[in-house]
């Protein structure tokens, strides 16, 4: 996966740490409104509580990934001026924030879709999809403003899709759990190989030893989810949000582009709570 879909901190001007807003719950100590500086956000747009996220209560912030749109619009929308020093660019920059995000997380599914072969038929549209939203979101920041994100979505969809259907083809007696209501389910061990879980809310779930290969996991809501032992290899639409949402062990066996959440190894396990930060 390319890096530029990776977040780059380093390079961004603490956006999710400003642009989004949060609630007080079990994964924000504190109520933060869009636009105001989080508490802990220092001059040099660092998390002054990092290492301490969890144990201070903002486990929340672990799990949030913007696939690398705080360094877009930072360093080529904004052309590296940041909001302090320039306060006029702030209500823009914050406001922009969130449709690179979008974009940059259909670039994710993009381009995983174009490494997959059984969807070679499509790859052609999929390189034109991934193009065009590319192009968007190397936009002014007046244009990304004017984006309709929801109908380029659901163009993008489409393609997602398709890909899916034939990714999973293979596949035999796959189960169709797509938007599911999942919450607390017991699925210790089950076989869900192929399986179409977009949208699926698997809050909690105990998905420990389960077989995901080639599921489509798209949306799915996995907060809390237990996957220790659970085989994720081959699996579609994971996102590093979603694993940094759940929890897992050593023996939990991931699609090579993404990586084992370092707070696996913890006691502790993310819980639900309001829009995330980093």
């Known amino acids: ?14 956006l999710c740490c400003v ?8 994964d924000f100590a ?33 799990v949030y990934d913007c696939f690398g749109a705080g360094q877009k619009v930072s360093q080529v ?13 702030a209500t823009r920059m914050f406001a922009v924030f969130p449709v690179v995000r979008q974009l940059h997380e259909l670039l994710w599914y993009l381009t995983e879709a174009l490494s997959l072969d ?17 192009r ?18 659901q163009s993008v969809n489409t393609l997602l899709l398709r890909t899916s259907e034939l990714v999973r083809g293979e596949t035999p007696r796959r189960k169709n759990r797509r938007g599911a209501d999942l919450i607390g389910a017991k699925l210790k061990g089950a076989d869900l190989r192929g399986a179409d879980l977009r949208g699926a809310y698997l809050i909690g779930a105990d998905l420990s030893g389960a077989d995901l290969r080639l599921a489509d996991l798209i949306g799915a809501d996995l907060r809390g989810a237990e996957l220790a032992g659970a085989d994720l290899t081959g699996s579609i639409f994971l996102t590093q949000p979603q694993l940094n ?5 050593s023996a939990t066996k991931l699609p090579s582009a993404l ?13 639900r709570g309001a829009r995330p930060r980093r």
């Open 259 to 271: 990586t084992r959440p370092a707070h696996w190894s913890a006691t502790d396990r993310p819980r």
């Open 30 to 62: 504190i109520d933060k409104d869009a636009g105001r500086p989080c508490p802990n956000l220092e001059a040099d747009f660092r998390c002054g509580i990092h290492r301490d996220l969890r144990e201070r209560g903002f486990p929340g912030c672990t």
């Open 19 to 26: 642009a989004l807003p949060f609630a007080a719950s079990a």
């Open 245 to 249: 949402a759940a929890g897992g062990d």
């Open 118 to 134: 059984p969807a070679r038929e499509l790859h052609d549209d999929l390189r034109a999809a991934l193009d065009e939203t590319g």
């Open 136 to 153: 968007l979101s190397r936009a002014d920041a007046d244009a990304l403003l004017l984006v309709d994100v929801p109908a380029h979505r």
């Open 77 to 89: 929308t904004f052309v590296g001026q940041d909001w302090r020093r320039a306060p006029e660019t």
């Open 1 to 14: 996966m390319s890096e530029s879909l990776k977040a780059d901190c380093e390079s961004c001007f603490g």
